[in-house]
């Protein structure tokens, strides 16, 4: 089946500091998504990105489909964006049944 | 209203018990689903609903029992279950080419 891996594991960061989070996926796929789960469960959905690049505020998504990887940068980083970040693939084309990638935690100190 | 709305938010039950969560959202979405999450995990697939028929069970025990008695609701039901079976449970709800909602999950604890 499908590999989803994300890097890195753990990052910590000083509030206003940049990142970038890392997903590679083994298998070709039309559909990826980003995710950010908040300390308290909620995940909520920041970027549907299957190819090119997106932004949303502070947030901006690149997918590289012929290479099988995305990036999600985050710059200026607040306390509130601490939280564990998913990128996740459909099972099935077309579908939302999302295979999640591993997960990156992220921790924003003031 | 984008909001996908799970009861109870915490449950404990012993592994003799039946019990229930339930999920509910009025998006019009017609595909609902059930993840499991285990502590430091990503969340895994058990069940898609799609226009309330069961289109996927990924190999989940019996003793999780999904139903989806209208477009609105979906409830697992649960019984018998294990230590092994404490976790955030989360429901989703999509309308494709949407992204789905996730609900603030039911945290399980099974004694």
């Known amino acids: 089946g499908i590999q989803v891996e994300q890097s890195p594991p753990d990052l910590i960061l000083q509030e206003g500091a940049n990142s970038t989070l890392r997903c590679n996926f083994s298998?070709?796929?039309?559909?990826l998504q980003w995710f950010h789960q908040n300390p308290w469960g909620q995940l909520i959905n920041l970027f549907y990105i299957p190819s090119g690049t997106k932004q949303n505020g502070r947030l901006s998504a690149t997918t590289v489909a012929t290479e099988r990887y995305s990036l999600l940068y985050i710059s200026s980083s607040q306390t509130t964006d601490s939280g564990v970040y998913f990128c996740?693939?459909?099972?099935?084309?077309?579908?939302?049944?999302?295979?999640f990638g591993t997960g990156t935690r992220l921790t924003v100190i003031p | 209203d984008t909001e996908v709305t799970q009861t109870p938010k915490h449950l404990v039950m012993g592994m003799t018990n039946k019990k229930s969560l339930k999920c509910e959202q009025h998006?019009?979405?017609?595909?609902m689903y059930w993840y499991k999450q285990k502590a430091k995990k990503p969340p895994e697939l058990m069940f898609v609903y799609s226009y309330e028929k069961l289109s996927i069970n990924e190999s989940v025990p019996s003793r999780f029992s999904p139903e989806c008695p209208n477009s609105s609701l979906l409830n697992l039901h649960l019984h018998a279950l294990q230590p092994e079976d404490s976790a955030l449970y989360l429901c989703?709800?999509?309308?494709?080419?949407?992204?789905?909602?996730f609900g603030a999950g039911t945290r399980l604890s099974v004694l």
């Open positions: 998006m019009g979405h017609r595909a």
């Open positions: 989703a709800s999509s309308q494709p080419p949407g992204p789905p909602y």
């Open positions: 298998d070709s796929v039309n559909n």
């Open positions: 996740a693939v459909p099972y099935q084309t077309g579908a939302n049944n999302l295979f």
